[in-house]
């Protein structure tokens, strides 16, 4: 039954990242938005590159759909609606969503051409920039909660949420998963009007659906990371759980896109300097605090 | 045959393969992503083998490490998408000795070594974490506490060599 519901969950979550990220980029709500674009994309020719490299090629689509859809697999929507508990659970999240990584580079390198392997290589550097801002606020999390399971960090907030007890960590990881999910400002990768489309440049149809699927899968994956570990996960009164995790996500989501298409897009050189001069050091304070904070008023 | 002795034997195999599959290619990012997915595989053995933290702990590092090492093997060598067909092999029989040593060598560790008494009770994941905290700010603390200062030191020297290395560039 709880397979049958999570399924359900997931389907229903990505449909509405879906409409909401058309909705940031083009600021109308289309509800049938994404049902279009996927028939479009069924019906449309899936071009070849001359020289490509197959493997990686057809493989990155498909690896960033298993590592998104593998991430959310230690998310907790209520209290036994979850795919596996597993005792390392917020150190799987980055381990599955590492590979977003490998697919972004296969994407960009597979269909040899300039546009896509820019996009690939930047969003290492990109990585170099969120990867320590997406581990240290984690580990904060797990200090309070004093286990890596995502269900004993939910409840670890049952007092106080972690966006009040720890704000630091949660301001770094929202930017952090921001870049990890390539939203703007951070969407370096696939630019558009700047490197038209990168990574994705070269996809077209089942292959771009896949592709696109897989980025919203990632979308989702990132906004319930953030309600599990700050925002209380399922934690809230009057409505059912689920239905708490439900707002939650969705909020968190919405507030990403939206909020990000406000902003110019950063460089990466600029993302890089900040992330280090000024990321990293936030992000020790913050455990320092936090560690004395756990010590002193064990809330 | 059990089904972990079964996943163990799978995992190790495709680890192997990939580890050959490193030296078949002509292409750079080829070589390294299999070099990824071979590392991966090891860390799925240690899933297998009930490790967990030091699983997920494994495929988490290689994707990064291994990543970083195909753009610096894309930008340092002349050929990096294998077009011109560069062997990846070098001093062939050197190499091919060396390599036959250190596998029976190490097939001979493993067969003749003395392993003790074989581990009944496995802690739950969840106390192996608790455990390998403890171990980490305690018995092994000097040791870790030593390699990652000894890391630290070659970041510097690095990042020192390549900003020095820009500015003579950017001088001539």
Not at chain 2, 106 to 115: G, N, Q, S, T, Y
Not at chain 2, 130 to 146: A, D, K, N, V
């Amino acid at each position: 039954m709880s397979a049958v519901l999570l399924i359900l969950a997931l389907t229903v979550g990505v449909y509405a990242v879906a409409v909401l990220e058309d909705w940031a980029s083009h600021n109308r709500l289309r509800l049938l938005g994404p049902v279009i674009s996927t028939l479009a994309l069924l019906g449309q020719e899936s071009v070849l590159h001359r020289k490509n490299d197959r493997l990686f090629f057809e493989t990155a689509p498909i690896l960033l759909l298993v590592g998104a859809l593998l991430s959310l697999a230690i998310i907790p929507l209520a209290p036994g609606l979850i795919v596996t508990d597993l005792a390392t659970g917020a150190l799987f999240f980055n381990a599955a969503l590492a590979y977003v990584l490998v697919a972004l580079i296969m994407a960009g390198w597979g269909p040899d051409g300039a546009y896509g392997m820019i996009g690939g290589w930047r969003f290492l550097g990109q990585l170099i920039a969120y990867a320590m801002l997406v581990v240290m606020p984690i580990t904060t999390v797990a200090m309070r909660a004093e286990s890596l399971s995502t269900i004993t960090i939910v409840e670890s907030q049952a007092q106080l949420w972690n966006i009040v007890y720890q704000p630091l960590g949660f301001v770094l990881f929202a930017i952090a998963g921001m870049a990890m999910a390539f939203v703007p400002p951070f969407d370096l990768p696939n630019a558009e009007g700047e490197l038209a489309g990168g990574v994705e440049a070269e996809y077209t149809g089942v292959r771009r659906m896949v592709f696109r699927l897989g980025r919203m899968v990632l979308i989702l994956s990132v906004a319930s990371a953030t309600t599990v570990f700050y925002l209380g996960g399922w934690l809230g009164p009057w409505l059912p759980d689920w239905a708490w995790s439900a707002i939650k996500i969705l909020a968190v989501t919405a507030l990403m896109l939206a909020g990000g298409r406000m902003l110019p897009r950063v460089r990466e050189g600029t993302l890089l300097a900040w992330a280090w001069k000024l990321g990293i050091p936030l992000a020790l304070v913050n455990i320092f605090l936090v560690g004395v904070l756990v010590l002193v008023v064990p809330l | 045959m059990s089904l972990q002795v079964f996943f163990l034997l799978a995992f190790g195999g495709a680890a192997v393969w990939f580890g050959i599959v490193v030296f078949l290619t002509h292409s750079m990012v080829r070589s390294a992503l299999a070099l990824l997915f071979s590392q991966t595989a090891i860390g799925a053995m240690f899933l297998v083998m009930q490790a967990e933290f030091l699983g997920v702990l494994q495929i988490m590092m290689m994707a990064t490490e291994m990543s970083i090492m195909a753009i610096f093997m894309v930008m340092f060598m002349m050929d990096p998408g294998g077009l011109g067909e560069m062997d990846m092999k070098h001093q062939r029989k050197t190499s091919l000795a060396a390599g036959l040593v250190a596998f029976f060598g190490a097939l001979a560790v493993a067969v003749f070594a003395d392993w003790g008494p074989l581990a009944t009770d496995i802690p739950d994941a969840g106390e192996q974490v608790r455990l390998l905290g403890f171990e980490l700010l305690g018995r092994s603390m000097l040791i870790f506490e030593s390699a990652g200062l000894t890391i630290l030191t070659a970041m510097i020297a690095a990042t020192a060599l390549a900003v020095q290395a820009r500015e003579r560039g950017a001088k001539a």
